[in-house]
């Protein structure tokens, strides 16, 4: 069993920058690829970005691909997501989550609660 807390939401301006972190319980973490979601008010859950176990091969969504970084400490069980140039539609409640290493949703097995962020224009 892995549970999953996710920090660092909160509120940004457009251009400006968060950094979300997912500290991850249990002693498999660097068992898992660990991926981020978000969803948008009135959207599906859409992917963002992943990271394999090491933390040596990642895939991101278009949408956030040159803004967006992806990175996971397996000493300390957490994974990060560095946000820059934010822009108003990236307003979405974003979770953390620890599967395979996909870009599908249906292939992660534990999730976070979400943290929310909210970009200003």
């Known amino acids: 069993q892995v549970q999953l807390v996710e920090s660092g939401g909160g509120l940004a301006q457009a251009g400006g920058s968060l950094r979300l972190s997912c500290a991850a319980s249990?002693?498999?973490?660097?068992?898992?690829?660990m991926g981020w979601f978000r969803q948008a008010p009135g959207k599906e859950r859409e992917f963002v970005t992943v990271t394999s176990t090491t933390g040596y091969s990642t895939i991101y969504a278009d949408s956030v691909k040159g803004r967006f970084t992806v990175s996971r400490d397996n000493a300390k069980n957490t994974v990060y997501l560095q946000m820059n140039s934010l822009k108003p539609e990236d307003t979405a409640v974003y979770y953390c989550a620890a599967g395979q290493y996909s870009r599908n949703a249906k292939g992660m097995n534990y999730w976070g609660k979400g943290t929310l962020v909210t970009v200003s224009s």
């Open positions: 249990g002693r498999t973490f660097n068992s898992y690829a």
